[in-house]
């Protein structure tokens, strides 16, 4: 059974920064692309950044420049740097990998949420 486990969620002032780290573990053969999503009261799930294995990122273009998103690929764990965060940041953020676990079966795994929250 493979798990996705967050940390690093939190509140912060307007201008500061939050560190989200997102684990997996059980069995697990391969993790294609992790990603961070991110959902506001009353909206969407949006995507924030994604990360292939080889390190190609992507990102949402309301954090371009302020965020940042790696992978330790011997922990199986990606991270998101978040610096100068905004009122309008405040979501709970979830993990997201696609991950090739036991009997090679590809699934898409999310983790549980960490709220961040920003205040003015």
């Known amino acids: 059974q493979v798990q996705l486990v967050e940390s690093g969620g939190g509140l912060v002032q307007a201008g500061g920064s939050l560190r989200l780290s997102c684990a997996a573990s059980?069995?697990?053969?391969?993790?294609?692309?992790m990603g961070w999503y991110r959902q506001a009261p009353g909206k969407q799930r949006e995507l924030v950044a994604s990360?292939?294995?080889?390190?190609?990122?992507t990102y949402a273009d309301s954090v371009k420049g302020r965020f940042t998103i790696s992978r330790d690929n011997a922990k199986n764990t990606v991270y998101l740097q978040m610096n100068s965060l905004k009122p309008e940041d405040t979501a709970v953020y979830y993990c997201?990998?696609?991950?090739?676990?036991?009997?090679?079966?590809?699934?898409?795994?999310w983790g549980q949420g960490t709220q961040v929250t920003v205040s003015s």
């Open positions: 997201n990998a696609d991950i090739i676990g036991s009997g090679f079966y590809r699934n898409t795994y």
């Open positions: 059980g069995t697990i053969f391969s993790i294609n692309a």
């Open positions: 990360i292939t294995r080889g390190g190609t990122t």
